[in-house]
């Protein structure tokens, strides 16, 4: 008995430290705040947040947890990479509204994006999808989708369509192979299987007590402490702050120092991305993939099959870089991608705005935020009429 005693007087403080590290870390949001408590503060108090980017959050989980919570069908929703991030309800006239757009985006991602809300029942009226060049670009698949899995296959219940395994090699927005470690906990602890995930697949966004005395969750957070990273954000009415700012409707405004970003340090970034051959998951680019197209095509034609508008649109590159697309070779698959979208939509009689050339939208180097983003202001009157709906 006293052996028992003193062993649990030892492991007592161990455990108790275990706790207190997982507790004040939290990377993932597991235990102090939850996505599903961000989204409640979004989705019912009109909260926006900040300190999402600085605590490295993960969009996908938010934006299910978002969307989850939402007790209505929206009017316009947008899905899309983080070119459409900028968009809000304002730019559509209308409060109904929501941006699922997400970064690093894949057709998959657009797949499980349109699975939630189908599986929710709360498809919009109106549905703007961005259509990147680089989402018919296999070479450059991610695996981020993974996170959402289940939704990507319950639209193929839906559509009688296969989604595929959707492999790649996945480089990041510098052109970069990306780390192939992911820490175990982001991945379940054994590299295949999203931790979270419920006997149904679909991912737990709420509180996950097990994660209290969990030593990789434990080895994960101690070492985001010496550079002071942890999982904490606060929430404002402010539409901009000094930081990257999560709006209510799943819309972002950039920290001010992208806001305010000065045209020549754009342009020498474009310049050393021409420099170094890269446009953003636009490499290794040979042919465009077949069985991404066919999921964009099923993908809209379920949803008119759902009698839901949808609008495509082209984001524009930058003028420098559209210039180095149109010179290259091995870049002007995009002008292919673009042909191919705009005979799809007018096939199907789709609303299409935007174009990848710059020109069309009459863009200069100063309308955008870095090599790839234009800035929020120029995109309103350019592109969509105001009341969609």
């Not at 590159?317 to 705009?342: G, N, R």
């Amino acid at each position: 008995m006293k052996k028992w005693c003193k062993a649990a007087l030892f492991l007592l403080p161990l455990f108790l430290l275990v706790a207190v590290v997982n507790w004040y870390v939290d990377s993932y949001a597991y235990l102090r705040v939850t996505y599903d408590e961000i989204a409640d503060k979004m989705t019912h108090m009109s909260q926006n947040v900040v300190g999402l980017e600085e605590s490295d959050y993960n969009d996908r989980n938010l934006t299910l947890a978002c969307l989850n919570a939402q007790e209505e069908a929206k009017e316009v929703v947008v899905i899309g990479s983080s070119r459409v991030f900028t968009f809000d309800h304002e730019m559509f006239g209308t409060d109904s509204f929501y941006n699922a757009g997400l970064s690093e985006a894949t057709i998959y991602d657009l797949w499980a994006v349109t699975g939630i809300l189908a599986a929710d029942g709360h498809l919009p009226k109106t549905m703007v999808i961005g259509v990147d060049a680089f989402l018919f670009n296999a070479a450059h698949n991610n695996d981020r989708w993974k996170e959402l899995e289940g939704y990507v296959r319950y639209l193929e219940n839906e559509t009688g369509q296969s989604a595929g395994t959707g492999a790649g090699e996945g480089k990041g927005a510098d052109g970069k192979q990306e780390p192939e470690y992911e820490p175990a906990e982001k991945n379940g602890g054994n590299g295949t299987k999203v931790s979270g995930k419920d006997s149904e697949g679909w991912p737990n966004t709420g509180r996950n007590h097990d994660k209290w005395l969990s030593l990789d969750y434990f080895r994960y957070n101690i070492a985001c402490l010496p550079e002071g990273k942890r999982f904490a954000v606060s929430y404002t009415e402010d539409w901009e702050t000094e930081l990257y700012t999560k709006h209510y409707d799943g819309s972002v405004s950039y920290q001010k120092e992208l806001r305010e970003v000065d045209a020549e340090d754009v342009i020498t970034m474009t310049g050393q991305a021409m420099e170094e051959q890269v446009v953003y998951r636009m490499t290794d680019y040979r042919e465009i993939d077949g069985e991404s197209m066919e999921m964009f095509v099923t993908l809209l034609d379920y949803l008119q099959s759902q009698d839901v508008e949808v609008i495509l649109y082209l984001p524009p590159y930058s003028p420098m870089m559209y210039d180095y697309i149109e010179s290259e070779a091995a870049f002007q698959i995009t002008l292919e991608i673009e042909k191919q979208v705009k005979e799809i939509a007018s096939d199907k009689k789709i609303a299409l705005y935007g174009s990848y050339d710059p020109q069309m939208s009459g863009l200069a180097m100063s309308d955008l935020y870095d090599v790839y983003h234009v800035k929020a202001e120029k995109t309103p009157d350019t592109y969509f009429p105001v009341n969609i709906p």
